[in-house]
Nanobody, 120 residues
Framework: QVQLVESGGGLVQAGGSLRLSCAAS????????MGWYRQAPGKQRELVAA???????NYAGSVKGRFTISRDNAKNTVYLQMNSLKPEDTAVYYC??????????????WGQGTQVTVLE
C-alpha cells in the first residue's frame, strides 16, 4: 500500500509564496512520476507540474516561470515551490504518484489534498 501525505497549504496574499510538500511511503516503484494537480470549485482537476524519478519536469503553461517542482528520491518526497501567487491559483492541490511496474501494471495514488487560497 502507498500513502501520500501533503503539507504546506494555506492562505496567502497575491504575490506571495507557498511551498507544498508530499511524502510518499509504502511500496513505491523506483521509476515513477510524482506530481501536483489542482482542482478549483466548479472546475476539473488539472495538472500543475510533474517530475520523473530521473528529474525531468513539466509544467502547466499557467504556472510556468512561477512554480518549481523538485523531489528528493531518498525521502520519496516531492515539493512544489509556488511564487508570485495569483487568486486564480486558489484550489485544492493534490499530490499524485504513478508508475508502470515490472508486470506492466499501471499504478496511481493520490494524496488527500491541501487547500491553497490566494487573496487579492
Amino acid at each position: 500500500q502507498v500513502q501520500l501525505v501533503e503539507s504546506g497549504g494555506g492562505l496567502v496574499q497575491a504575490g506571495g509564496s507557498l511551498r507544498l510538500s508530499c511524502a510518499a511511503s509504502g511500496s513505491i516503484f523506483s521509476r515513477n512520476v510524482m506530481g501536483w494537480y489542482r482542482q478549483a470549485p466548479g472546475k476539473q482537476r488539472e495538472l500543475v507540474a510533474a517530475i520523473t524519478s530521473g528529474g525531468s519536469a513539466n509544467y502547466a503553461g499557467s504556472v510556468k516561470g512561477r512554480f518549481t517542482i523538485s523531489r528528493d528520491n531518498a525521502k520519496n518526497t516531492v515539493y512544489l515551490q509556488m511564487n508570485s501567487l495569483k487568486p486564480e491559483d486558489t484550489a485544492v492541490y493534490y499530490c499524485n504518484a504513478d508508475w508502470v511496474d515490472d508486470t506492466e501494471s499501471y499504478r496511481a495514488y493520490w494524496g488527500q489534498g491541501t487547500q491553497v487560497t490566494v487573496l487579492e
